[in-house]
């Protein structure tokens, strides 16, 4: 199998940030890798302004003797490029949806002739769902 990891440049670009963590985080579970594998990997596909925010971090993290981790990184990674109050908006956002689409549903299985459509939609529905909110976890 060949994986060609994604570059990430740093820009402002939380959705873009959060998909380069995915496609990452996918290759590693391709393969077989340790820790510090992960995180020279991931560390080696950052350009411009992700590699001297990452080589500034690295320092910070080495000069307090902590060990950078992958968990670490991820972390680190996060709170640059997709910050936590950004995270909180667009956890309400989907909570929102959720609620609006749970209000659906209940009206729609209230109808009748909907019944058999609504079952159907709302496997598939729930699926997205959980999968949305574990890619934002």
Same mark, same amino acid.
């Given at each position: 199998m060949r994986n060609k990891p994604p570059t990430f440049k740093g820009? !402002?670009?939380? =959705?873009?940030? $959060?998909t380069w963590k995915e496609s990452m985080e996918k290759i590693f579970r391709a393969m077989v890798t340790n820790d510090d594998q992960k995180v020279r990997l991931a560390t080696h596909m950052l350009a411009e302004e992700a590699k001297y925010w990452w080589t500034s971090t690295r320092r910070r993290i080495e000069a307090s003797g902590?060990?950078?981790? @992958?968990?670490? #990184? /991820? &972390?680190? #990674?996060?709170k640059k490029y997709f910050p936590e109050?950004?995270? &909180? /908006? /667009?956890?309400? =956002? #989907?909570l929102n949806l959720k609620q609006r689409s749970m209000l659906l549903l209940g009206m729609l299985l209230s109808m009748r002739r909907f019944?058999? !459509?609504? $079952?159907?939609? *709302?496997? /598939? *529905? $729930?699926? #997205?769902?959980?999968?949305? @909110?574990l890619r934002m976890a």
């Open positions: 820009r !402002f670009d939380p =959705e873009g940030a $959060l902590e060990a950078i981790t @992958s968990v670490r #990184f /991820k &972390n680190e #990674f996060l109050d950004l995270r &909180n /908006k /667009k956890e309400a =956002e #989907f019944r058999g !459509f609504v $079952l159907t939609s *709302m496997r /598939k *529905m $729930l699926w #997205f769902l959980c999968v949305r @909110s």
